[in-house]
């Protein structure tokens, strides 16, 4: 079946062509033009052209499309700071996850305390690179668990970031989306609060440790995602009790000398940070997590299981040598455990010798000693009759003593 005829106007070497057909040849011979090879020895691509519609073709429509099943198959978003709740608003459905981390740093060895947050980002992580990984997929509608932003609450001591704090988000950086949040804001002043900002800002850079900077790229937020970096880490107060000012009800905390409310960003950033994490930079947090802590995560694992970056070898021949590899080490540890079983063996037939060796010792002694014995108690016996042969004949001649003196006494 031959392609649709397109009316398009080609603006090249100052010609214009009405009616081209669209068609294979002019594939095969883009395809040509690919395959020429620059003097680096990479292939030299062709130069784009510019092509001037003289009709609607329709593939303008493309992002409404994506947007349209985009909605249709909702969004999911995790955030590190336990429960999972669904939110919709108007026709946007949001699989909503926030994960606390209980009894962070309540420990007295905080050595590891980081250990459970990076096990627990890995194994998000784990899941869907195996359901990446399977045969069959089903990622269009997978539930993805991975962490996509991670509110670190910064205790508001007003001096400096504890080592603990430095650390972890140090052990963090690479794996998921760090936004610092001064919490309990209203414990210190505002001149505090904007010393211990840029005291946070200057440790964290001069330990290295990467936080997530709203993106400065898309020049439809550029301009307020610059202004917000500016107030990070964004200080925050909480509070679930409701009280009426004027007409209406806000959450807000209650003091002898006021009242300070949640809502309001002359009291608290508290707005400035739902509004960066839900409304504007939602979509780039998902985007950053997937192509940055992911694929991070996904290139090691791989490298891991034997694969590599080199564009020589294909899937098919790598996963040949690593199954050679796993052959090859299958065999060398059958030959241990045979050689361990031989030299076990051996052990135990030199402990059985030299056991049947002891009990033929003790065997002989004992029977050297029962024939000792033996010869003392013949030695005895026949010593003992000589002293009753003795005995019967001094007896024998006594008695015939006393006979032969009677008869003398009698005459």
Request: glycine letters at 4%; charged letters at 30%; aromatic letters at 6%.
């Amino acid at each position: 079946m031959s392609a649709p005829e397109v009316p398009l106007k080609i603006d090249e070497n100052e010609e214009s062509v009405d009616n081209i057909s669209v068609s294979s040849t002019c594939d095969t011979e883009e395809k040509l033009s690919l395959n020429e090879v620059a003097p680096s020895g990479e292939p030299k691509a062709a130069p784009l052209r510019t092509l001037n519609l003289n009709g609607h073709v329709g593939f303008d429509s493309l992002p409404d499309q994506l947007v349209n099943k985009s909605i249709s198959g909702g969004f999911c978003f995790n955030i590190l700071c336990l429960g999972e709740t669904e939110l919709q608003e108007s026709n946007v459905r949001l699989k909503l996850t926030i994960c606390d981390s209980v009894g962070f740093g309540d420990q007295i060895n905080k050595e590891d305390s980081w250990k459970p947050l990076v096990d627990y980002i890995d194994s998000q992580f784990e899941v869907y690179l195996q359901e990446e990984l399977k045969i069959k997929r089903s990622l269009h509608n997978f539930h993805d668990t991975r962490i996509h932003a991670c509110l670190y609450f910064i205790a508001p001591t007003g001096h400096s970031l504890k080592a603990l704090d430095l650390v972890t988000m140090k052990k963090l950086d690479s794996k998921v989306n760090i936004i610092p949040v001064i919490a309990k804001a209203d414990t210190i002043t505002k001149a505090e609060l904007q010393k211990f900002k840029a005291k946070i800002m200057s440790e964290l850079m001069s330990n290295g440790v990467q936080i997530y900077q709203f993106p400065t790229d898309d020049e439809t937020v550029a301009d307020t995602n610059k202004v917000m970096n500016s107030h990070l880490p964004f200080a925050v107060v909480g509070s679930s009790d409701e009280i009426k000012l004027g007409n209406k009800m806000v959450k807000a905390r209650q003091y002898p000398w006021g009242t300070v409310q949640v809502e309001n960003e002359n009291h608290c950033d508290f707005v400035k940070l739902r509004e960066m994490l839900i409304r504007t930079n939602m979509e780039d947090l998902r985007e950053s997590t997937h192509k940055t802590h992911y694929e991070l995560y996904r290139r090691n694992k791989l490298q891991d299981m034997g694969f590599s970056e080199s564009e020589s070898q294909s899937l098919s021949e790598t996963y040949e040598l690593k199954r050679q590899q796993h052959l090859t080490e299958l065999s060398r540890k059958e030959e241990e455990m045979r050689q361990a079983f031989v030299i076990r063996v051996k052990e135990k037939e030199a402990h059985l010798k030299d056991t049947e060796k002891e009990l033929h010792d003790r065997f002989d002694a004992l029977k050297k000693k029962h024939a000792e014995e033996k010869k003392k108690l013949e030695d005895s016996r026949k010593r003992l009759e000589d002293e009753v042969n003795t005995f019967n004949d001094r007896k024998v001649a006594y008695q015939q003593h006393s006979s032969t003196l009677g008869k003398k006494g009698k005459r």
